[in-house]
């Protein structure tokens, strides 16, 4: 078959190590200029690989398939220098987070690092240049894909037998194009996760970082909500994140540069009901509405006992941002957040200041907006010409998942069997 995958990320790196060297001719489009102006997110941000089974996706991919994808881009690592751990491997811990009514989340991670990406990244490509039947096409968006009877038409003049779209989530634009013209390929959405990025000094949060580096717990807030941490980097930088018309707050970990502060997201997850069917737009405004107050691409900074207290910040004390001065503005949030979000990341805080002293202090940093979304839940067993795999497709959140979502479809079309539900 002659194949197009759209798109050069993690999703097509796990679909191409199953189909390079097959008999299919697999032409790869990606938008981004060359590998190393790619924005393969999650491969270039940080790279923190998870093994889990209650966290990474909407599908269940089995933990062995998992181990091995993590294996697969640490090979591709100079010198296999990683960090890891198990988040919750101690009862102990496990039972002092349940006790207050969190619910811990278990997984084991392996952390790459900002630095070494780069590096992992230009070597898989190299690997897969080397396959005769892979064939890169770089600076090529993608803006259409026509289904035909007996095919598809990439951007209205190349036919392939089938196309499987693998452009995250900043592609968009082509999802949005492709579902209004085939509104039967969705099956669900209506969720979105809101909160801020929380900052705080190394000595807080040493204990538990030392013990799972990355701790992942839920907690029904009061409100109802379900609040989730997201993201720890210990010794980490807080960074901002474009999205082309707006702004957020993200957070990543370096290998070898470290700071003296722990930042993660603390999100609300919100799923809304009928009529409802626009989570984006919705969480797109409260980040514009939070732009609008900070000047544009910046985010609002604020003290903890300030976003409690709704007070404007105008000073800081002890905790220093490590966000640089010109990406934020010392704020309120609560005049961008809707109440419900604020009061259950309040009662989040304080709650797990019951477990981590120091967690709730007055100076502590809160920055905001942090916006997770979700993409339409894609259906694959509707056309047998257009598939959809990783974070476009709904189905995955990971570089892991996404990676054996890929793999997984590469599969279905070795065996030409697509009655599995992926
Ligand atoms: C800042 C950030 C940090 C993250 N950190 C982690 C982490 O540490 N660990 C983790 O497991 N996950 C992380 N994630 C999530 C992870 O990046 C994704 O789950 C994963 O990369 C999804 O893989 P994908 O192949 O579906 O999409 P992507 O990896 O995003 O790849 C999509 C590719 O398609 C290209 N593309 C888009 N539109 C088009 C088009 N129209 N035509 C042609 N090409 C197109 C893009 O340029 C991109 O290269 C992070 C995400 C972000 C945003």
Known sequence: M????????AAAIGLLEKLKNSNHEVHVFEKSNDIYSSSISGIRADGKLFVSTEMGGEIYIDP???RRFVEYYINFTGKREVETGNSFASEDYYRKFYEKGFLPISSQFFHIGTDQLKEVLFNIYEQFCKSANIHFHFSTEVTEVKEQPDGVIVNGTERFDMAVIAVGRSGHKLINRTISEYPQLIKNNTKVDLGIRYELPNHIVDEINREMYEFKVKYKSRTGYMVRTFCNNPSG?????????????????KMREKSGNTNFAILASLVLTEPFNDPIGYGSYIAKLSNLLAGEGKVILQTYSHFKESKRTKNLYRVHPTLE????????????????IIESIIDFIENLNTVIPGVANNDNLVYAPEIKFYSNRLNNQISARLKFIGDCSGATR???YATAHGYLMAEAIESNNFNVDI
Not at 325 to 340: C, H, M, S, T, V
Request: charge should be neutral; glycine fraction near 10%.
């Open 325 to 340: 001065p010109e990406k934020y503005i010392l704020g309120d949030i609560n005049l961008a957040f809707p109440r419900r």
């Open 237 to 253: 930088f807080v960074v901002t994140e474009n999205y082309g018309d707006f702004t957020t707050v993200n957070g990543h970990a």
């Open 2 to 9: 002659r194949i197009a995958v759209i798109g050069f990320g």
């Open 64 to 66: 062995l398939l998992q």
């Open 398 to 400: 990971s570089i892991i």
